[in-house]
């Protein structure tokens, strides 16, 4: 019995060992990445924060930063798959990941429409099949939606948030945007 307890004493104190220097690793690629992200260099930040996900994975910090730097680097796509489950992973609902989300959704939306081409330079995208235009007509609508919806959230959230006014001004936009394309369907 003595040799049981001394055996599971050893393995749990190796799986404790283990955890600690994860968290450890996790915190120091995270702080580094941080300091790429203020650098402006988004792929090296990046390239952290996917080292400390293989640490863990479930790291709500990971995940938001991660979501963050892949907005910064124009992957919307990338960036709302991560706010996805940084909030899901979350123990807490935080304002700035429904902001971030709402970000997220409006730049996939304005990419419908924009894509950048080889100089950097964004372009506008003319649908000329009339199921492809009405289908992403949707689509836009859509994602435009939702990120007012997580712009909701977060003024919920931040009732004292110096930013209020600017997010209201996002979620004006979007409804413009939105009633524009619902008074072209009209117009058709």
Excluded: H
Aim: hydrophobic fraction near 35%; include cysteine.
């Amino acid at each position: 019995m003595k040799k049981y307890f001394v055996l599971l004493f050893i393995m749990s104190f190796g799986v404790i060992t283990s955890s600690c220097v994860n968290m450890f690793a996790v915190k120091e690629l995270n702080d580094s990445a941080v300091n790429y992200i203020n650098k402006g260099d988004y792929e090296s930040a990046i390239a952290r924060l996917e080292s400390s996900l293989d640490l863990d994975s479930s790291s709500y910090e990971t995940r938001y930063n991660l979501a963050y730097t892949y907005l910064k680097a124009d992957k919307c796509d990338k960036a709302l798959e991560n706010i996805d489950i940084a909030l899901k992973n979350a123990k807490t609902p935080d304002n700035n990941a429904y902001y971030t989300k709402a970000v997220a959704l409006t730049c996939l939306a304005e990419n419908i429409y924009k894509k950048t081409n080889e100089n950097g330079e964004k372009e506008t995208i003319e649908y000329t099949d009339e199921n492809i235009k009405a289908q992403k007509k949707r689509e836009y609508i859509d994602l435009l939606t939702k990120a007012n919806e997580n712009f909701e959230k977060y003024i919920s959230m931040s009732t004292n948030a110096d930013d209020l006014d600017k997010v209201k001004s996002e979620i004006e936009e979007n409804q413009e945007q939105i009633n524009k394309i619902n008074d072209e369907n009209i117009d058709e």
